[in-house]
């Protein structure tokens, strides 16, 4: 199953989140199985991507628009997908 990613900066960026959706959508990631966080991405606490990395089962895709989406910064995005890596 292909679950998705989406973050915007703030709530007022909704061309960048048309973006992101529309790309997904292009990739086939339905929307039901698309998480949101609307929040700065200096943020430690991202509610939408917990729940979206603690939904993923062996064998589902997670599809993001960029990697920036997926990580506040390198390190961080490099220790989430070593997180994915080892489960």
Do not use: F
């Not at 292909?2 to 989140?17: E, F, P, Q, R, W």
Request: proline share 1%; net charge positive.
């Amino acid at each position: 199953m292909k679950i998705g990613y989406v973050s915007v900066s703030n709530t007022d960026d909704s061309h960048a989140l048309d973006l992101q959706e529309d790309a997904l959508r292009a990739l086939g990631v339905d929307t039901t199985t698309t998480y949101y966080d609307r929040l700065s991405s200096r943020k430690d606490n991202r509610p939408g991507l917990d729940a979206c990395l603690k939904s993923l089962r062996k064998g589902d895709t997670l599809v993001v628009w960029k990697l920036d989406r997926l990580g506040r910064n390198l390190s961080n995005l490099i220790n989430t997908i070593q997180n994915l890596n080892d489960r």
